[in-house]
């Protein structure tokens, strides 16, 4: 079992940064693949951004590729989302995501285990 608590989020003006972190305990960090989620008001939960577990495979989603930062390290056990250039259409609940084995996945049915989420709001 793997328990998965998000922090870092908050209220944030257009064009600010924030970094979220994920940190993980029970199963073995560095065997799991990680992914950041994220849903808005009346939105479906969409895929922002994954990591292997070596970290040297990431993606994507295009709406913050070049904004946003994904990286983990394995001996705190907890991964990282560095925002910056925020806009108000990043404001959602941010989610972090585990799967087993050692990549991500962009779709979110595949992943095995939640953390309970985060609230991130951009103003402009």
């Known amino acids: 079992q793997v328990q998965l608590v998000e922090s870092g989020g908050g209220l944030m003006q257009a064009g600010g940064s924030l970094r979220l972190s994920c940190a993980a305990s029970g199963r073995t960090f560095g065997n799991l693949g990680m992914g950041w989620f994220r849903q808005a008001p009346g939105k479906e939960r969409e895929f922002v951004a994954g990591?292997?577990?070596?970290?040297?495979?990431?993606g994507y989603a295009d709406s913050v590729k070049g904004r946003f930062t994904i990286s983990r390290d394995n001996a705190m056990n907890t991964m990282y989302l560095q925002m910056n250039s925020l806009r108000p259409e990043d404001t959602a609940i941010y989610y972090c995501?585990?799967?087993?084995?050692?990549?991500?996945?962009?779709?979110?049915?595949?992943?095995?285990?939640w953390g309970q989420g985060t609230q991130v709001t951009v103003s402009s």
């Open positions: 995501a585990a799967v087993r084995g050692r990549t991500y996945s962009l779709t979110s049915l595949d992943y095995d285990y």
């Open positions: 990591v292997s577990w070596s970290g040297r495979s990431t």
